[in-house]
Each structure stands twice: as C-alpha cells, then as structure tokens.
C-alpha cells in the first residue's frame, strides 16, 4: 500500500421512470457522504457519547466518482438475487471489479435498502447494492433514510463488517470493542440503551453497522476500522485496491 487507500467508484444507475433515473448532484452527495463518514468529518461524529470517545474511529478510507452508466429498463423491481449485476438479465455488468467499487442504484423492493456483497466473492457480482430512493441526500432521497447511511452501512459489508448484533441474539460481529447488542435497533434509540446480553453494556446504537435511521447512525469503532484495513494489506481479499 502506497499511502492513503482511495477506492474508485463506478455508479450503475438502471432506471424505468425519470425519478430513478437520478441525477448526479444525487450520485455526487452520495460519495461526499461516504467521504465524510470514513474519515471522521461527518458533522454527528462530535455526538458519539463519551463511553464510546476512546474507541470512535477515522477509517482513513476515500472514495472518488470514476464513472456513471446507465441504461432504461422496464422491470419495476430488481429483488436481491444480482440480476441488476448482469446484462443478460437486463442489467448492468460490473466495471473493473478486482480495483473499482461497483455500486448499483435501482429499485429494489421488498422494503429493502441496499445489500453488499462481502470479500471473497465473485468478481462478477462484486459491490453494493442501493436503492434509488435512499442514496445520497438530496433528489429522491426519503426521509429517514436520506443521509446517505444505506451505502455507509452497505460499504461497511462490502469491506467485510458484519452487523453490530452479529445476526443472532447476543451474537458476535467479530469486534472486540462494538459491545454485544441484543439484537438490531431500529429508529432513534434513547442513550443509553442497555444491552441484556453478559455485562449488560451500553449499546452502540449509534455505530453505522446497526439498523436504525440514517440520523441514529455516526461512527465507526477502531476494531471495525482495523477489521476493514486488514482486508486491503497484502494477502487481503482486497489487496487490488489499494495498489
Ligand atoms: N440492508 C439494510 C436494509 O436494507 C440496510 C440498512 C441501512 N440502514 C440505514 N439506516 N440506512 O434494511
Ligand atoms: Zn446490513
Ligand atoms: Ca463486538
């Protein structure tokens, strides 16, 4: 790794309206939010209350707008199963997976957000998933997901962190200190919010790797940071990116 790890970002848009068919004021907030979230400087970072001051963390990681495709379409919702990923199922194929983040902006459904595809997978699908009503935070971004955290969170996966609840009750997330959560928290939960697992701490709700709304969410732990930049070291599943 020379430096700074900056990732490029390719922006696939498949639209069958005109509003999903987003502008690039729209994609641009996206990747200024993801700016500030990975390097600290988003302006709720000074709220992460000070039980939790000691292990608040500045990834270091920086992202830049490399290209947009877009292409019409007339499937009203593209599921989570990839098709939006491969141009024989009307979509869009990736562009340079192995050194470039593919993020795909479409309808979804199903009250889906976004979803990631974590490290180690294939390079065909490789990247994020977003749906075109929660990226960024300006256009058709909604209200309470319109701060551009679903691809935060889902960026997050994509460099291999998992939910802070671990996906089971009292489960791990593989980070020492995210304390062990219940389960996901969703809204804006009251701090402090105390955890009923061993030792009943405090909960993170407000760690990016939760479930609540885009306003609840502002940090990243110094595990998760060291988690992510493991992956971009050499021998890491994403070593090609930071080249
Ligand atoms: N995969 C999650 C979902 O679709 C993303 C949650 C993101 N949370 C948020 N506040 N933006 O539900
Ligand atoms: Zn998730
Ligand atoms: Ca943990």
């Not at 009203?76 to 491969?86: E, I, N, Q, V």
């Not at 889902?154 to 089971?168: C, F, K, P, Q, S």
Request: hydrophobic fraction near 35%; include cysteine; charge should be neutral.
């Amino acid at each position: 790794v020379n430096g700074k790890i900056e990732i490029p970002v390719v922006v696939n848009v498949l639209y069958r309206t005109a509003a999903e068919n987003i502008s690039l004021t729209q994609i641009q907030s996206q990747i200024d939010v993801l700016n500030k979230d990975f390097n600290a400087l988003n302006s709720d970072f000074n709220q992460v209350p000070t039980v939790f001051s000691g292990v608040k963390a500045n990834v270091g990681i920086s992202f830049v707008l490399d290209a947009v495709y877009r292409k019409s379409t007339t499937k009203t919702s593209w599921g989570t199963r990839d098709a939006m990923k491969k141009s024989n199922q009307g979509g869009i194929n990736p562009t340079s997976p192995t050194t470039k983040l593919n993020l795909w902006v479409c309808t979804i459904g199903g009250g889906i957000l976004g979803y990631a595809q974590f490290p180690g997978g294939s390079s065909a699908t490789d990247g994020v998933v977003i749906d075109s009503k929660y990226l960024g935070t300006t256009g058709t971004a909604t209200a309470p997901f319109n701060k551009g955290r679903t691809a935060t969170h889902e960026v997050g996966h994509w460099m291999n962190l998992r939910h802070i609840w671990g996906d089971a009750t009292c489960g791990s997330d593989l980070v020492n200190d995210t304390p062990t959560h219940n389960t996901a928290n969703y809204g804006l939960p009251v701090f402090p919010h105390y955890s009923t697992c061993t030792g009943t701490p405090i909960e993170m709700t407000m760690n990016y790797m939760d479930y609540t709304d885009d306003a609840g969410m502002y940090m990243f732990s110094e595990g998760q940071k060291s988690r992510m930049l493991a992956i971009f070291a050499s021998g890491g599943s994403r070593f090609s990116f930071a080249q």
